[in-house]
């Protein structure tokens, strides 16, 4: 028997823990910890422990298929990739490039990314997007404004030099657990945990201070907190001259702003505003911790600029323990942002308006078809797409998108009007069943790569195991649709590709990824830069910019036929829309079903039990779940996760203006028992 130890990265969320797999004989049969990782030092959540336990599914998809009616036929490689080179080019020919729309996945490589925009673009087409617009599109453009850069600004393991973590719309604790034990190493040093969320997490059981604000009240909360800083004289104005822009406006449209309003606004007490403001501000290094109960919300670029704001007049930025952390969700979304999987930037965040990128990247693809203007969100193709509009092809990969984009009844029906829809993913998803054409894809264990985690950690992993059946890593797929496309696509490797990248792609010039540990972007020859902002901020004048933002009510309003506010989020067994962790039975175990918790108070008053059957109903549809009686939520909220197909049925996906964000978080709802 031969056994070897693959040096690989959890599958699961971005905070990117390192793992070896333990593979006897060609076979993936454990896991063994990578104890000097730099993130997780050895350690897992429940997902990490489980990742194997989806590569040998009987589900996985082992061979292209077409449809056929109703029936779905096993074809060959070239039969499927002739398939699609002929759908996209007649798409490209009756629309134009206008008429395509793309998905990329944040569960592929940094360098399939980087190769499925590069054809898209070498194509002409501008619509290309990630499950980024679902998540952190909003810490993208609002920290792009702000700061220059939308990644967390120190890495994970400084949050243990903290003195103060305002930990706001995230439950770390359940859903990045291992960001947890740097935040209890800050607190056993005698830093202070500031928790603000609608529901009592386990995050928040762990916190000095709770917040338990009215949902979709972010901005209110924190400017309540600058104006205690304003008022108090805790602002740090040595920073604010020297390093940011726009502090006299932010001052000025605080000036009539109260604290009862914030009080009367979020429902939390001023003394506990005051608490907040003083410790966050008064520390000398603090740090603020968020996720997407921040940005999931049609104002999400005003509430992860509010925050923005509040770290820039305290000057908490650019030091050992001061810095923001937007943790991003799935394994390599911050990759697939990095690398250009986005309708408004070339790969680095560069500009598709600056003339000079567009001719950089002509000059380095050998294309005169790169697109000159912005693209669609993937919201918007979906748009179209039902419309009847412009898009009338899409190409799919590795989302579940009928089931993670906002009332998702509308993507169905988007789904189903397309004239072309190709999916390439692991299991046949809800979305597959749309489509014409599936292609098999390899998962992580299966293939070489690189990706990056939610701390600009670009790590490297080998292939363990053979992908089953015909199965075939996303590099390959791409590769030879875009040769069938007229593409010159000759790469040999990974490798290769990720030379591509250094040489084209500031932030990852330089870079060598590794496997155990990898290196931080940007990289530097004289080490790496795990603190960013330390001297000046990549925006014009090397100056942050400060914006004033006012509270405006995004949210669903209750009605007497809806009087509940529904919060969606996650929970610690399950990922994204469940097509790996529903296939995981460790974790099917820990969670089987829906729920949806209810506070005790509501519970007695409808009359419904613990694990009563009940149905939610929103303006968009409904969804039956068992009830949890906890005081987890607040009266007149209940909270459900998305994990479970049609949670996401029930929002109204309004969108952020600045972002494109669907809102997410929030809907009015009615709960009966069924
Ligand atoms: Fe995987 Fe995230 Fe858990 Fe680490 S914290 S083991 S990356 S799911």
């Not at 499927?80 to 996209?88: F, I, K, R, T």
């Not at 940094?110 to 499925?116: A, G, I, K, M, R």
């Not at 942002?337 to 308006?353: A, Q, R």
Request: net charge neutral; with cysteine.
């Amino acid at each position: 028997m031969t056994r070897s130890l693959v040096p690989t990265v959890c599958p699961y969320c971005a905070v990117g823990c390192g793992l070896y797999i333990v593979v006897d004989d060609g076979k993936a049969v454990g896991i063994e910890y990578m104890q000097d990782h730099p993130a997780s030092e050895g350690s897992l959540c429940p997902k990490g422990n489980a990742a194997l336990e989806m590569l040998y599914h009987p589900d996985r998809l082992t061979h292209p298929l077409k449809r056929a009616g109703e029936m779905w036929l096993s074809i060959s490689w070239p039969e499927a990739l002739d398939l699609v080179a002929g759908g996209l080019s007649k798409a490209l020919r009756e629309g134009g490039p206008a008429g395509l729309g793309f998905i990329a996945s944040s569960k592929c490589t940094n360098e399939e990314s980087y190769l499925l925009q590069k054809m898209v673009r070498s194509l002409g087409c501008a619509n290309i997007d990630s499950c980024a617009r679902l998540c952190h599109s909003s810490s993208v453009t609002g920290l792009g404004r702000a700061l220059g850069t939308c990644s967390t600004t120190n890495i994970l393991s400084d949050l243990a030099n903290s003195r103060c973590i305002l930990a706001i719309g995230t439950n770390f604790a359940e859903n990045h657990p291992i960001v947890a034990r740097w935040v209890f190493r800050a607190r056993e040093a005698g830093g202070r945990l500031i928790v603000a969320d609608p529901r009592r997490t386990p995050t928040a059981w762990g916190g000095d201070l709770f917040l338990q604000l009215n949902p979709g009240t972010d901005v209110a909360l924190i400017n309540g907190m600058i104006k205690v800083i304003l008022d108090e004289g805790l602002i740090n104005r040595r920073f604010i001259e020297d390093r940011t822009e726009g502090f006299s406006d932010l001052e000025s449209s605080l000036e009539g702003f109260s604290l009862s309003e914030a009080e009367r606004i979020t429902g939390v007490s001023a003394s506990d505003i005051v608490g907040a403001a003083r410790a966050y501000a008064r520390s000398p290094a603090s740090a603020i911790v968020y996720c997407m109960g921040v940005t999931q919300h049609a104002n999400g670029t005003d509430n992860v600029q509010a925050l923005a704001n509040l770290l820039l007049i305290c000057g908490q930025i650019g030091r050992s323990g001061a810095g923001i952390y937007p943790l991003r969700g799935q394994n390599n979304v911050q990759g697939t942002c990095d690398m250009g999987c986005l309708p408004d930037f070339y790969p680095g965040y560069l500009s598709f308006e600056d003339p000079r990128t567009q001719e950089a990247f002509r000059r380095a693809w050998g294309s005169n078809r790169l697109p000159a203007k912005k693209g669609l969100t993937s919201l918007e193709m979906m748009d179209a797409a039902a419309a009847n509009g412009t898009i009338k092809a899409m190409y799919i990969v590795g989302e579940d998108a009928a089931n993670t984009h906002p009332c998702s009844k509308r993507t169905a029906k988007a789904l189903g009007r397309l004239e072309f829809l190709v999916v390439q993913d692991i299991f046949l998803t809800e979305t597959a069943r749309f489509a014409d054409v599936v292609l098999p894809a390899a998962c992580w264990a299966e293939k070489e790569g690189s990706s990056t985690s939610t701390e600009r950690r670009i790590q490297w992993h080998e292939k363990a195991v053979e992908p089953p059946g015909d199965a075939m890593a996303d590099l390959w797929i791409i590769c030879n649709l875009a040769r069938r496309l007229g593409l010159n696509f000759h790469y040999r490797s990974s490798k290769e590709v990720m030379d591509e990248i250094c040489d084209l792609v500031p932030i990852y010039r330089g870079a060598k990824p590794s496997a155990s540990g990898g290196v931080l972007w940007p990289c530097k020859k004289e080490g790496e830069i795990s603190i960013l902002h330390e001297e000046t901020f990549p925006l014009a004048r090397g100056r942050a910019i400060i914006r004033s933002v006012h509270f405006r009510r995004t949210a669903e309003e209750t009605s007497s036929r809806y009087p509940f506010l529904l919060t969606i989020g996650r929970i610690g067994a399950h990922h994204n829309a469940g097509s790996m962790t529903m296939r995981s039975p460790s974790l099917l175990g820990m969670a089987p079903h829906r729920f949806v918790e209810i506070n005790p108070k509501d519970a007695l008053s409808l009359g419904l039990d613990d694990g009563a059957d009940v149905v939610v109903e929103t303006a968009r549809g409904e969804a039956r779940a068992k009830t949890r009686s906890t005081d987890r939520v607040m009266p007149g909220t209940l909270f459900m996760p998305f994990h479970f197909p049609g949670a996401n049925h029930l929002v109204r996906g309004y969108r952020d203006e600045h972002s494109g964000m669907g809102e997410l978080k929030i809907a009015a709802c009615r709960i009966e028992r069924c």
